[in-house]
């Protein structure tokens, strides 16, 4: 670094031999320079950078030939580096031609993606002439760096661009109906895939019913634009840059404040760097796919739950007070067709009507009533109970209980389960109790 002043300006970055490096190193190296008041890296010294070789000025680049004194201005950049001219050429390749004559319109962001496609795999990066038909700008915005190039071989595809109406687009005119310019793409789309000629602008405007004076300097020939003298050069960078332009040098339409921080797209894009994002590929689509899927999860979840927090949290028991019938509906002994609905037994005596409540007073199992044996067992440890549901074995430790029931106003035994009468072991009874039972 010490023979920086004779070679060149390294500033930050790495002596030779250094590896590759990336749009944000060099970004960050513009932005040192801005910042320095050094002069910046130019298109031959970024493609080197890239490419990590060595740049023109450095030892093992190629050298620069100093330009004579009486050579022309115009002759500096062309002697300045071999890159810069097929760089600025106007020759549209091959492959971009297909690819316009296809009829589809780039997008800014398509084209900054090529770009870094270009850069990795080491291919000559698109040119302004190429940039501007995938954009489909007109060809003038970039003729006046290409006029000294080679005629343009994309000439059909820029006279495709213009032209007379076809019959087929008069008739469609004629019809009154006005498309839209989603119509006209997808128009464009079947003419690529079924291999017929695109519309040109005139019947683009005729279709979406422009007037035509409007898209006459966007049909303007390509030979034309080509054979235009180099004095139309003032005029054409009088006006804004040009979409390509703009995507070959890295700039945004927005203005920023003082300088952007180092690292960042910004600084990238202030240096003349294009930023490009990650590549629209299938497994970055499936990601974002699981991601928002997650997300949509996890907001939906918590949506449930945040509702049910409203919602009572409620136990639906069964009625304790209910009607069985008329007392002349019931004879002598133990009635059991309650139990399952009711857990009630009614039971009849020679003088009153009461109801046994069906659970064992030992761990409060329900009973089975035996006809045979005349009495109530329970199965789980084997306590036993008379008719009348008087404990006579095992170890319950008293009677079983009886609800509370009486005589409705229509005539018929209202039950009352949740009031219950208890003979307590060493204790008084309460079986005798009014509501205990009805006398018959």
């Known amino acids: 670094m010490a023979d920086e002043s004779k070679t060149g300006i390294l500033g930050r970055l790495p002596p030779l031999p250094r590896a590759a490096l990336n749009n944000s190193v060099i970004g960050m190296e513009q932005a040192y320079r801005q910042r320095k008041g050094l002069p910046l890296l130019t298109d031959a010294d970024i493609e080197a950078l890239k490419a990590g070789q060595p740049m023109p000025w450095e030892v093992g680049g190629v050298p620069a030939a100093p330009a004579p004194a009486s050579a022309p201005p115009a002759a500096a950049p062309a002697a300045r580096?071999?890159?810069a001219p097929a760089a600025a050429a106007g020759t549209i390749s091959e492959e971009v031609a297909k690819w316009v004559a296809q009829g589809n319109k780039w997008s800014k962001s398509t084209i900054a993606a090529e770009q870094a496609r270009r850069g990795r795999k080491g291919l000559p990066p698109l040119n302004t002439a190429e940039m501007s038909a995938l954009l489909g700008e007109p060809v003038e915005a970039s003729a006046p760096a290409s006029a000294a190039a080679a005629p343009v071989p994309a000439a059909p595809a820029a006279k495709a661009a213009s032209g007379p109406i076809s019959a087929e687009?008069?008739?469609w005119v004629a019809e009154g109906k006005k498309w839209s310019k989603s119509t006209i793409a997808a128009e464009q789309a079947r003419r690529g895939r079924k291999g017929l000629p695109a519309l040109t602008d005139s019947e683009v405007a005729a279709l979406l019913g422009e007037p035509a004076a409007a898209e006459a300097p966007a049909a303007a020939p390509v030979t034309a634009a080509v054979a235009k003298p180099a004095a139309a050069a003032p005029r054409a960078a009088a006006g804004p840059p040009s979409a390509a332009a703009t995507v070959?040098?890295?700039?945004?339409s927005n203005t920023y404040v003082g300088t952007p921080a180092v690292g960042t797209s910004r600084a990238a894009a202030a240096a003349g760097v294009a930023s490009v994002g990650p590549e629209d590929n299938d497994i970055n689509q499936s990601r974002r796919r699981f991601a928002w899927a997650a997300f949509a999860a996890f907001m939906t979840a918590w949506f449930i739950a945040f509702f049910r927090f409203f919602l009572p949290r409620t136990l639906f028991e069964p009625a304790t007070s209910f009607k069985i019938g008329y007392?002349?509906?019931f004879g002598l002994g133990v009635d059991t067709k309650f139990q399952q609905k009711y857990r009630i037994w009614v039971d009849r005596t020679p003088d009153r009507i009461f109801v046994i409540y069906a659970r064992?007073?030992?761990l409060g199992c329900t009973p089975d009533w035996k006809p045979a044996e005349n009495k109530f067992k329970c199965p789980c440890h084997g306590s036993g109970y008379d008719s009348e549901g008087v404990n006579f074995?095992?170890?319950?430790?008293r009677p079983m209980d009886r609800a509370n029931v009486s005589?409705?106003?229509d005539g018929q035994i209202l039950v009352d389960v949740s009031k219950l009468y208890q003979w307590p072991k060493g204790q008084p009874?309460?079986?005798?109790?009014?509501?205990a039972y009805l006398p018959t």
């Open 81 to 83: 580096s071999p890159v």
């Open 169 to 171: 687009v008069a008739k």
């Open 248 to 252: 070959g040098r890295g700039e945004g």
């Open 327 to 329: 007392p002349a509906d």
């Open 360 to 362: 064992c007073t030992h």
């Open 393 to 397: 074995e095992g170890p319950a430790p």
């Open 407 to 409: 005589i409705a106003p």
């Open 429 to 435: 009874s309460a079986f005798n109790d009014p509501g």
